[in-house]
């Protein structure tokens, strides 16, 4: 039998040496904790939240609002959105005024949004919110799931229709595959760099399945945006795995499950998901 003894003189050092990696995980998680108080209350509250849309479509000639236009715009403030010459324009009864593309445009207490797509502008119209809605929450914090690896680049380059966050039709650029380990298993998930709407700037994401989707999480799938860490080094943090706009509204299009990014192990981490209705 062996017997370990500590001196006293010691102990300081040797508290702080245990307590020090506890609070490196308490501290990593204070940031994410704001950032996902932020994002839920401004599902809650904003004039364009996804759950505030009650029309999410390709503009197809004149769009009428107000008295005379279907049904889920007929409470808006009478206007029309054209496309003309010059551009996409709003007409009421207070006159014209262009309409920027990418921008929430206010039409009264609605807001009106026409985003580039690869294919067609799509209109996004959001009426104030009248009942009131919470978010499903997260997992809670695990330093496990972020995880670092390296982005393999493609043999040869590649493009591919489809959909972003917020349910409109952009053009990924094939970035690689992303290559980590997570509970001693390597993960292979592929990347796409997918506009940020509004910006030249593009994200590097991963649409992912695994064995929490269609339980806890979005039967899709979640996307998470990798972080880099230079040069090839990457990092996917599960814990800010977001779900699609299609989560919180029918309305906006859901993307498909990418080929190859489906996991059998459960990714207790990022954004829960509760069945609603609209």
Request: glycine share 8%.
């Amino acid at each position: 039998m062996y017997r370990v003894t500590f001196r006293t003189r010691h102990l300081p050092a040797l508290c702080a040496t245990l307590i020090a990696p506890l609070a490196l995980r308490a501290q990593a998680s204070t940031p994410l904790d704001a950032e996902r108080a932020d994002f839920a209350q401004w599902l809650r509250t904003s004039a364009s939240s996804p759950y505030a849309a009650v029309f999410h479509q390709p503009l197809a000639g004149d769009l009428v609002f107000g008295p005379g236009a279907q049904a889920a715009l007929s409470g808006a403030p009478g206007a029309t959105l054209s496309r003309t010459r010059r551009g996409l324009e709003l007409r009421t009864d207070e006159g014209r005024r262009a309409v920027p593309r990418n921008r929430d445009i206010p039409l009264g207490a609605w807001r009106i949004r026409v985003s580039s797509s690869s294919r067609a502008d799509v209109v996004t119209v959001f009426a104030p919110m009248t009942t009131p809605v919470d978010h499903p929450g997260w997992f809670p914090y695990d330093a496990d799931l972020v995880i670092d690896g390296e982005l393999r680049r493609p043999e040869a380059p590649a493009q591919r229709p489809m959909l972003g966050l917020d349910g409109v039709e952009v053009t990924g650029t094939l970035a690689g595959t992303f290559v980590g380990r997570v509970s001693d298993a390597e993960v292979s998930l592929t990347a796409y760099r997918i506009p940020v709407p509004g910006s030249e700037e593009a994200e590097v994401t991963v649409f992912l399945r695994d064995g929490t989707s269609g339980h806890e999480t979005y039967p899709p799938g979640r996307f998470v945006v990798l972080r880099p860490l230079g040069g090839a080094r990457y990092r996917l943090d599960v814990n800010r795995a977001r779900n699609p706009f299609c989560a919180y509204n029918p309305l906006f299009p859901c993307p498909l499950p990418w080929p190859g990014n489906t996991l059998s192990a459960r990714l207790e981490g990022g954004e829960l998901y509760e069945a609603h209705e609209n």
